[in-house]
């Protein structure tokens, strides 16, 4: 069965300062691995995924993700957090088979200090 | 893409009672997904809605709890029976749309049982 973790329950960033959230994965095939971003009241949307090429993956609002197969791993990085990046984040690996069936981690909420 | 509807977007229920939380998208999708999150918790998956047939549950979901109904390929409804405070979460609907592609959310139905 596949199976998320997130070690990080709560991080506290400076505003300004680099943030990476940290996320393990359990998985018997090549994975599809997505970072979702909740904000307070709000539905979730994507920030970036990985299926397959290459292992660096690009998100919207300046966010990175590395796709490590050694590792299991595939942390959430961006160089400089904004106010506006306080939220939860969730980590998700979802079977190849093309379904879409998300496993979600448990989720780490950001908090964002002037 | 997929985009989803939610209805009701929150309601406050007496206990005992049932809810039918409605899911529309705007596009025929496959898989139907939906998805509950307990306070200050991650998003658990409940089960997979299939047209034409019955709905797959997860461990310790069950039928008679959560009826689910899949008439057609855009649309789907997720019941939660004789509620009790503990059924009050966020219940959110999931689409894909196959292939190598994300799963996307509906911006989910605070349910509130009082």
């Known amino acids: 069965a596949q199976s998320v973790t997130q070690p990080d329950i709560h991080i506290t960033v400076s505003e300004g300062a680099s943030l990476e959230l940290r996320c393990n994965y359990s998985?018997?095939?090549?994975?599809?691995l997505f970072w979702y971003v909740q904000s307070p009241g709000q539905g979730l949307q994507l920030l970036l995924k990985?299926?397959?090429?290459?292992?660096l993956v690009q998100g919207i609002k300046g966010f990175e993700a590395e796709f490590k197969r050694s590792q299991s791993s595939f942390n959430l990085r961006k160089p400089s957090v904004h106010w506006s990046d306080a939220a939860e984040y969730f980590c998700?690996?979802?079977?190849?088979?093309?379904?879409?069936?998300?496993?979600f981690g448990i989720g780490t909420k950001l908090q964002v200090i002037p | 893409s997929a985009v989803i509807s939610q209805k009701p977007s929150r309601d406050i229920c007496q206990r005992g009672t049932s809810l039918t939380i409605q899911c529309q998208v705007d596009?025929?999708?496959?898989?139907m997904f939906w998805y509950r999150q307990q306070p200050g918790q991650s998003l658990t998956l409940i089960a997979t809605?299939?047209?034409?047939?019955?709905?797959?549950?997860e461990s310790g979901f069950v039928i008679d709890k959560f009826p689910i109904s899949r008439p057609n390929l855009t649309f789907s409804t997720l019941t939660v029976s004789n509620m009790s405070p503990e059924d009050s979460s966020i219940y959110l609907c999931?689409?894909?749309?196959?292939?190598?592609?994300?799963?996307?959310f509906g911006q989910g139905t605070r349910l509130t049982v009082v």
């Open positions: 596009s025929q999708v496959t898989m």
């Open positions: 809605a299939n047209q034409g047939s019955e709905a797959t549950y």
């Open positions: 998985y018997g095939a090549t994975p599809y």
């Open positions: 999931s689409v894909g749309t196959g292939g190598a592609s994300e799963a996307f």
């Open positions: 998700a690996v979802g079977s190849s088979g093309g379904y879409q069936k998300v496993t």
């Open positions: 990985y299926f397959s090429g290459d292992t």
